[in-house]
């Protein structure tokens, strides 16, 4: 098992940034993807960016440019950087891990991802 503890999120202004954080502990590896995936209320969760094992990275388009995902070497902790907020990115957030098909990392499917923390709200205002 694999827990993940997201950082506090936060409420900025639109054009401002936050930095998302979660932290992996338990039977963590070098060996799955991870990523971030974002739900408002009422839609589906989606996938926002993901790092796979050999780092490479990739990014849904509507945030493509925007932000930046990370990793520690050690894959116990990942960030997401979030530059020029826009109000649409309002969502709660979360950190998912251990996907281990190269196609359900790629296509950023929830379902590829068994390890999920417990959200963390962020709140961008115009």
């Known amino acids: 098992q694999v827990q993940l503890m997201e950082s506090e999120g936060g409420s900025v202004q639109a054009r401002g940034s936050l930095r998302l954080s979660c932290v992996a502990s338990g039977a963590t590896s070098s060996s799955y993807c991870m990523g971030w995936f974002r739900q408002v209320p009422g839609k589906g969760r989606e996938g926002v960016a993901i790092?796979?094992?050999?780092?490479?990275?990739r990014y849904a388009e509507a945030v493509k440019g925007r932000f930046t995902i990370s990793q520690d070497s050690a894959r116990n902790a990942l960030w997401l950087q979030m530059n020029s907020l826009k109000p649409e990115d309002t969502a709660m957030y979360y950190c998912?891990?251990?996907?281990?098909?190269?196609?359900?990392?790629?296509?950023?499917?929830?379902?590829?991802?068994?390890?999920w923390g417990q959200g963390t709200q962020v709140t961008v205002s115009s």
């Open positions: 790092i796979d094992s050999d780092g490479s990275t």
């Open positions: 998912a891990a251990g996907a281990r098909v190269w196609s359900g990392c790629y296509n950023m499917d929830k379902r590829a991802f068994p390890y």
